[in-house]
Structures are given as C-alpha cells and as structure tokens.
C-alpha cells in the first residue's frame, strides 16, 4: 500500500508556484457541461476552486457563483487570464473577498475548513466538486462531507467527480475514492446516484506508477 500524500495550503502554494498545476483544464468541464441540465440552480458553490474556468461558465449560465480557494496566485490568475475586472475586500481574520465586476463570480480567499456558512450568506442550490473532495487529506473527508451539507440548501444538488485507481500503486492526490468510501461517507444522510464513469487515464499518470483510472460522476442529495 503507498501511503496517502499529505497536502498543506503551504504545498498547494509550492504546486501554484511550480506551476504544477496539472489539473487545471483549459476549457469547462465536460461532466459539468453535460450534466447540467439535472442539477442546475441559481447559486453555485465551487470549493477548492483553483482557477477553473468552469466558473465563468456557470456564470455565463446565469448562475451566481461562490469559490473559495487559498492561495491567492490562483485567483489572480483566473481574473486576469480572462480579463475579468474585479475588486477585492478584506474581511475579519485574514480573509479576502475577490469579486468580479460584471459577472455574478465571487471567490473568497481562506482555507475551507476555517471558513463558516456565515461567510458565504447563502445556501447553495448546487455544489460543483470537480478536484475537491479528492484532493483534501483522507482524514479531513468527514468533517469536508459535514462543511459541505451545511452549505447546501434543502433541496440543493452536489454533483461530485471522483477518480478510481489501484490505491496500491499511488498515494494521490487526487485521492482514488472506491465504492466503500462512497458508502462509508454518503451512505448515511445522503441519497448518491452515479450518473458517469469513464476511462480516464492519461499519459502523465505513468509517472504516478498509474496504469488505469477511471472518472465517476454522482448527485447526492440530502436525505
Ligand atoms: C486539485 S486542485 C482543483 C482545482 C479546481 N477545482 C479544478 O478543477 O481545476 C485543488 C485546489 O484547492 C486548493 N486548496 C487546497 N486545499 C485547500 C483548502 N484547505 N482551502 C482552500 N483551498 C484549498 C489548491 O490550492 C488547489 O488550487
């Protein structure tokens, strides 16, 4: 068994700055785009947001989007890569509020797990976790899943995208969630459907020791 990678926001900001940022797609997410019309919903939260561009489609798509990502170089580059003007406002302790000007986009800067449901001053219809869930350090998850439920409204959508591979071979992340971990962490207050699964292996995953991986895709909604 390869032990799982421990990442602090102190690693995540080496990997912005060694532009190790092989996750980052250069156009919206495909399962996003597709799926869509199942979960749509007015406001979008997008943790661990990165600079993804699916939040300027989610917008485009009339919906008020929320990210929230640590590291500040992230942000700044999903603003200026898409030449979005915006503002930005210190909030109490130490967070920073990125707001665009034109567009429904909003991305706080903060660690997830310090932040509460009273920052954001929503309930959210649907959450995007694309690069999320699998990238938070295996112990975290439980109190990610309980984060995450909070924030989401009554009748609120998660649509989550998880990878599967042989945990033997490579420590993540991300991080491979199996069947068991679905049960294990959704089983209990969560009604979870698979909508996708595909191959998903790339070439850079061999030097991950990778030789398969495949993508799911499931909604789960609150009980
Ligand atoms: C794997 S990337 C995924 C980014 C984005 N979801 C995407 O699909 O491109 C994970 C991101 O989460 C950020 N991050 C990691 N831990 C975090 C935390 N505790 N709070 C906020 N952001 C965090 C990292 O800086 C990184 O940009």
Not at 32 to 57: A, H, I, N, R
Request: proline share 3%; aromatic share 10%; with cysteine.
């Amino acid at each position: 068994m390869v032990n799982p990678t421990e990442m602090e926001v102190s690693d995540w900001s080496q990997r912005w700055d060694d532009r190790k940022i092989g996750f980052h797609l250069s156009e919206a997410n495909s399962i996003l785009v597709k799926s869509f019309e199942q979960v749509k919903g007015s406001t979008v939260f997008v943790p661990l947001c990165g600079k993804t561009l699916d939040m300027l489609w989610l917008a485009q798509q009339g919906c008020t989007v929320i990210g929230v990502e640590a590291v500040g170089k992230a942000i700044e580059e999903f603003f200026e890569e898409n030449g979005i003007g915006h503002t930005v406002e210190s909030i109490n302790g130490g967070v920073k509020c990125y707001k665009a000007n034109e567009l429904k986009i909003s991305i706080f800067q903060c660690d997830l797990f310090a932040s509460t449901p009273e920052l954001f001053k929503t309930q959210f219809d649907l959450i995007w976790d694309r690069g999320s869930f699998v990238a938070i350090n295996l112990d975290m998850r439980p109190r990610y899943v309980s984060l995450i439920r909070g924030l989401m409204a009554p009748t609120g959508k998660w649509l989550l995208v998880t990878v599967e591979y042989d945990e033997t071979r490579y420590g993540g992340p991300p991080h491979a969630v199996s069947a068991r971990d679905m049960c294990t962490h959704f089983g209990n207050h969560f009604a979870v459907t698979k909508i996708h699964s595909e191959d998903a292996y790339e070439t850079r995953m061999k030097t991950w020791n990778l030789e398969s991986m495949s993508e799911n895709a499931f909604i789960i909604t609150a009980l």
